[in-house]
């Protein structure tokens, strides 16, 4: 950054040069600015990290919470994920609950693939519940067609 010089007229009877000691914080708000703008717009995006074709409904959204969702992920294949890793079909229940443990809210949330059959995605739902986890939202995309014919 290149330093902008003052001129001083009469300082004992000779001219001065002296480096302006002001620092202008205009382009370091411009920047914060952008780039608050820029994770505004990312940070819901971030949230759903299996790519899923997800049914589409009319029901209404759910309010969000103040912490990230606990996400179940079943795609297309049939296999699940919680949180973007993994899990085998026998360490669901035992993931999840020392995932609960660590959270305020016992809400999981069930994102799952419109391949899926729904026998697979009931008997999910069926195992949790017997685990013990009832607060289950499944998640869909918005605009499907509405019953009140």
């Not at 505004?40 to 009319?58: F, I, K, R, S, Y």
């Amino acid at each position: 950054m290149a330093s902008s010089v003052v001129k001083r007229v009469r300082a004992k009877g000779r001219r001065r040069n002296l480096p302006m000691s002001e620092i202008n914080v205009t382009p370091f708000v411009d920047v914060m600015l952008v780039l608050l703008i820029i994770f505004m717009v990312a940070a819901p995006l971030m949230t759903a990290g299996v790519p899923l074709n997800l049914p589409e409904t009319a029901a209404n959204a759910v309010p969000t919470e103040q912490e990230e969702p606990l996400v179940i992920s079943i795609p297309a294949d049939g296999s699940m994920q919680i949180m973007d890793q993994p899990v085998a079909d026998d360490q669901v229940v035992t993931t999840l609950r020392a995932a609960l443990a660590d959270r305020q809210s016992g809400r999981v949330f069930l994102r799952a693939d419109g391949a899926i059959p729904y026998s697979r995605v009931v008997q999910i739902m069926g195992a949790l519940n017997a685990a013990g986890i009832t607060d289950i939202v499944l998640v869909t995309e918005t605009g499907g067609p509405r019953m009140d014919g």
